[in-house]
């Protein structure tokens, strides 16, 4: 019994230390977004996905001189934001503005 209470003790602590670390790498990782520009300014922008089908998911992103810029900003464009969630906002690591679609030949 001795051995299998140890054994026990053992996986409890396996999973406790992974567990924390699991926590420790979300804490540190950036994240990506990807949708519309709904709203841009020089302080940040707001960019729209469609979740699920029919429901939209909305997040603004805080731009500071830090953050890097590919392409321009504006509204209706395409576009991948890598950022860094923050206490208070998201905070824009790299914003990637995708080029739109040419238009079909008729």
């Known amino acids: 019994m001795g051995s299998r209470r140890s054994l026990l003790i053992a ?4 999973a406790r230390l992974a567990a924390q670390e699991t926590a420790a790498a979300r804490a540190s990782r950036e994240d990506y977004f990807s949708g519309l520009i709904t709203a841009t300014s020089n302080a940040g922008i707001a ?12 997040r603004a992103f805080i731009i500071t001189q830090e953050t890097r810029m590919e392409g321009k900003p504006k509204i209706n464009a395409k576009v ?27």
């Open 11 to 14: 996986l409890l602590l396996c």
């Open 47 to 58: 960019v729209t996905r469609s979740v699920l089908g029919n429901r939209l998911c909305t």
């Open 80 to 106: 991948t934001v890598r950022f860094v969630a923050e206490e208070k906002w998201d905070r824009a690591v790299h914003i990637i503005v995708r080029p739109a679609a040419p238009r079909a030949k008729r």
